[in-house]
């Protein structure tokens, strides 16, 4: 259990969060209309007769995007539904033509399923957990209201309506803010690692309305709830349910009742204000869509589904643990974002062959590159960065240098940088700027003498037992060769010299 | 200038392709009878260029030796319902008027692209919703035909009231016509000429405007069973812009035709046999089982029992639909816009749709409203959509004693327009035949029996088995080999 609270005046409360992710459809063509769904174009050019709902125009179903639908479905472990169908929403807005929208109400493709939100301490979720999903509907978006083109006069860009959204309805199964931006991210994931939506939220691929209630810690009845609408990042998701939260808890002290609203978060301020009430709710008079039969998903489809998935994170992550040893905390890093998976598993798969060893050997290492070196040298070159030259190759052969310890750990970053900046050959810049060690026993011990002589108190005290006096001695040598001394063969030379 | 307006669809055809006749000549000659019979008000637009532009396409095909169409030079009136490409749309109402499409129907184009030409959108009731055709914007639609011994105008019937009228008036050779809930039948029995409703799915709907999606279903209105034939299988077809279209070849209707009921039984069913039903109407059908059983059929008695509901739930569901498609007309895209001084987008909202239905409209949008709000949807929607699925059981339950059902299409002849206009419930009742068919998807035809004593048409009804359309236009040939109905209004106009 989270153990986020509210301190009230009367007591601790306990916060119920359900959310309602409207996820984009990825596909070139409408839910119901051939038109295109390119983001960006300009206003009404992405139209079709269908989307501004001419006279006599009919819907017909983008297999496509039920196939979406259904591998997201999969990816969630929920039922999937062979018989579904479409119902129509109706309601006034100019930017629905139609005057309905189509949903699915009271048949919707995919039932119950579940996610995993993984276990961050720090975040404040103790341990994994498990987050019920209980439907994903497939919709049509509606358009857009330009209010800023005309000084008395609102102008409409159908371009958005009609494409496909998936609406992804958890259970009220959250219980902080921390677990409710995780399900997001997570959530965000996988319909990533899936294919099925962008995961963009800055251009609205993704949404969530928030469903928030507070009750007594304790308390088995669920409080009234409101729903905050489209809110479109997980930082302003998890503020929504913190300012909805204290605005509850503090109405509900002085004295006052929830009221079941839909509200609007005000991104400037932070905070929620109602939109309508209950009472004004729409009646959308949903029923069933005449224009469109019911779907019904043949078992073959549903195998072609199945055989597209992708691995997914959670199984991933354990794969990593399992099978490349790496830690849990790089596996589910590596794991988290389609991008990062991928520029690992390349990397990996290019280290692994250039060394000649297997992954599992080298996995570790390409992980701590992946996640926190190669990162590190790209953030601190700014604009100098060429990402194009970011190539696994030019990667594998830093990392197969230092795996013979030809270079060390600081001149791998230097090379890194160099090649990030110039797009030179590693092996190149390694030999004509001088960045490699020196194994050279010779040379070490030359130095490591010089420095035993000229520091004999050192070398006393550390002989009465003062260890720690070791990485004095490491240090000296390795600035006299100026860095560049393999530190392996020093601490040999050194620990011979000095135990000796 | 020869007058081909006697001429059916067969002739017209087997006449060009024949070399008789060029179809200009044709065209010619129902343009000016379109233009002569303006006070009928069959007509919202006439498109007499339209018509020469297709006949003179048929006859340079026909000169250069190329094989004709189906309907080659042939032209019809199309009911202003489809939507035409340049061509005025406005389902006979304000909200529409001045709407010009961008696109063609499906069921249009079929037929254009079989040599038919069109020779103006023809009037309806607004929206295809009425059974008089006294509800369009642009004025009633008069029969042409009148009770012996008075002027009264009479109604056409509804909602292809444009259709009928101008199909039996000769000033069109056939015409389409939509049929929700009777509205190719009803108004073909009022006028004494045939039409029938396919089973649905068989005409797309895409471009038709929308009244009831799922009763909306094209069909031919047309002097003979032949005609009929010819036509539909002309504007049938798989549709993959219509989900609802049915993915089955069209059958060579015409080519099948066959009056020889042999081995066919025929369904009379009981509960048709209503109170208030005309005694001339109970004659006629009557006449037909005869009719029937000389040409073959064994007639046996059937039970559809659930037909007493089928019209209280076909007027829950129709305008249920009905009240959801008509939203799209709201001001904002095309057709009228009200846009009182300092107006809101709500105010636009009721400006225009105040302003742009009329009242059997606006009654129908709220009646649909009502059945579908919360708290009523159970009771009225979903009552009535299980009382479909039992008048569907009826339906399939009867193919176990007979391949057809005859009955009668309407339970009076056609009445003077304003006769029922003030009483809602009693032009509902015009469907009540027509109706179970509707709810069943399933074809049915009405063909011309006889005059009854006031010299007005009545018309009976075949209804056939899903996707039987060849079984109902056989039982309508036989039916009109034996009535030899060739009564035709006398012209006033």
């Known amino acids: ?500 | 200038m020869t007058d081909f307006t006697a001429l059916g669809v067969k002739d017209i055809r087997d006449g060009v392709a024949g070399g008789s006749f060029t179809a200009r000549e044709v065209a010619e000659s129902f343009n000016a009878a379109v233009e002569a019979a303006a006070s009928l008000n069959a007509f919202i637009v006439t498109t007499p260029d339209h018509a020469l532009a297709a006949a003179d396409a048929v006859d340079a095909t026909r000169a250069a030796g190329k094989d004709l169409g189906a309907m080659a030079g042939v032209p019809i009136g199309m009911k202003d319902l489809f939507c035409t490409n340049g061509v005025q749309t406005t389902a006979a109402s304000h909200i529409l008027e001045g709407f010009t499409p961008q696109y063609e129907s499906t069921v249009s184009q079929n037929l254009w692209d079989a040599g038919a030409g069109m020779l103006g959108k023809l009037n309806l009731d607004q929206f295809a919703m009425g059974s008089s055709n006294e509800t369009s914007y642009f004025g009633n639609v008069s029969s042409p035909w009148r009770k012996e011994g008075s002027n009264a105008a009479m109604s056409p019937g509804g909602s292809s009231g444009g259709s009928s009228t101008a199909v039996a008036a000769r000033i069109a050779p056939a015409a389409t016509g939509t049929d929700t809930g009777g509205s190719i039948r009803q108004p073909a029995a009022f006028t004494g000429i045939c039409g029938i409703k396919p089973t649905y799915g068989r005409c797309s709907r895409w471009g038709v405007v929308a009244f009831a999606s799922s009763l909306d279903q094209a069909g031919p209105m047309a002097r003979s069973v032949e005609d009929c034939a010819i036509m539909l299988e002309a504007m049938a077809g798989f549709d993959p812009k219509d989900s609802t279209s049915l993915q089955m070849d069209v059958p060579n209707w015409e080519a099948a035709l066959s009056a020889d009921l042999k081995g066919k039984k025929v369904g009379i069913p009981r509960e048709y046999r209503m109170d208030g039903t005309d005694e001339e109407i109970l004659k006629s059908w009557e006449q037909g089982k005869a009719w029937l059983r000389d040409a073959g059929a064994e007639i046996v008695d059937i039970s559809l029992p659930h037909t007493k509901y089928a019209l209280p739930a076909y007027y829950i569901i129709a305008p249920a639909e009905a009240s959801s498609n008509l939203a799209r007309y709201d001001g904002v895209r095309y057709g009228l816009r009200d846009l009182p001084e300092g107006a809101g987008l709500q105010d636009m909202y009721a400006a225009t749709r105040e302003e742009g239905f009329g009242d059997e409209v606006k009654r129908r949008v709220l009646i649909g409203t009502y059945v579908l709000s919360a708290g009523f949807y159970d009771a009225y929607y979903n009552q009535a959509q299980k009382v479909r699925a039992l008048v569907a059981r009826d339906f399939e339950n009867a193919w176990a004693e007979c391949d057809l059902v005859l009955a009668p299409t309407t339970p009076t002849a056609s009445f003077p327009l304003g006769d029922k206009s003030d009483d809602p419930l009693a032009m509902y009742l015009n469907d009540v035949f027509a109706v179970p068919a509707s709810l069943a998807g399933l074809p049915a035809m009405s063909v011309p029996a006889m005059l009854n004593a006031d010299g007005l048409p009545l018309g009976l009804q075949l209804v056939g088995k899903a996707f039987d359309e060849q079984g109902v236009l056989n039982a309508g040939l036989a039916i009109q080999q034996r009535a030899g109905f060739d009564a035709k209004p006398e012209k006033w106009w």
């Open chain 1, 1 to 500: 259990m989270s153990s986020y609270r509210i301190q009230g005046a009367t007591g601790e409360w306990e916060v119920v969060i359900g959310l309602e992710v409207h996820a984009q459809v990825t596909s070139h063509a409408k839910l119901f209309s051939g038109a295109s769904t390119e983001f960006g174009s300009e206003p009404n050019c992405n139209v079709s007769l269908i989307d501004a709902a001419m006279p006599g125009m009919l819907p017909v179903p983008n297999a496509e995007c039920i196939r979406q639908a259904v591998r997201t479905g999969m990816a969630i472990e929920a039922q999937i539904n062979k018989y579904s169908r479409f119902d129509r929403k109706n309601y006034f807005y100019a930017d629905l033509p139609q005057g309905y929208q189509i949903s699915q109400l009271y048949h919707p493709i995919v039932g119950e399923g579940q996610l995993l939100i993984d276990a961050d301490e720090k975040g404040g979720i103790p341990q994994d957990k498990v987050i019920g999903i209980e439907r994903i509907h497939v919709e049509q978006d509606a358009g857009k209201l330009m209010h800023d083109q005309h000084p008395t006069m609102s102008y409409v860009d159908l371009n958005r309506c009609g494409v496909a959204l998936m609406e992804i309805v958890s259970k009220p199964d959250m219980t902080s803010p921390a677990e409710a931006g995780a399900y997001v991210r997570k959530l965000r994931s996988i319909l990533r690692y899936v294919g099925s939506c962008d995961g963009n939220m800055e251009e609205g691929s993704m949404r969530a309305d928030v469903n928030v209630s507070v009750r007594k810690v304790g308390d088995p009845e669920l409080g009234t709830r409101t729903e905050t609408k489209n809110v479109n990042s997980v930082r302003f998701v998890m503020q929504v349910i913190e300012h909805e939260a204290n605005r509850q808890v503090d109405l509900i002290e002085d004295g006052g009742t929830v009221v079941q609203e839909t509200r609007l978060f005000d991104v400037a301020s932070g905070t929620t204000r109602s939109m309508r009430s209950k009472e004004d709710a729409h009646d959308y008079r949903y029923f069933p869509d005449p224009d469109l039969l019911p779907l019904e998903l043949e078992d073959s489809f549903l195998d072609e589904c199945r055989a597209s998935l992708p691995e997914l994170p959670d199984a991933k992550r354990a794969r990593y643990e399992s099978e490349l040893g790496l830690t849990p905390y790089n596996a589910r890093e590596l794991t988290a974002e389609v991008e990062t998976f991928a520029r690992f598993e390349t990397l990996l798969g290019a280290t692994a062959s250039a060394i000649g060893k297997p992954e599992k050997a080298v996995a570790t290492q390409v992980a701590n590159w992946s996640l926190s070196v190669a990162p590190g040298v790209m953030k601190s070159l700014g604009d100098e960065a060429n990402p194009a030259n970011a190539t696994a190759e030019a990667q594998a052969s830093i990392l197969k240098m230092q795996d013979a310890g030809e270079i060390s750990g600081g001149q791998a970053k230097e090379i890194y940088e160099i090649v990030l900046r110039d797009g030179r050959a590693p092996d190149e810049i390694a030999d004509s700027e001088g960045l490699k060690q020196v194994s050279d026993t010779g040379a070490i011990e030359a130095a490591i003498d010089a420095i035993i002589a000229a520091n004999g108190d050192k070398v006393e005290e550390y002989r009465g037992g003062k260890d720690k006096l070791f990485g004095f001695f490491v240090g000296q040598t390795m600035k006299a060769m100026q860095g560049k001394a393999n530190p392996a063969v020093v601490n040999q030379i050194l620990k011979g010299k000095l135990d000796g």
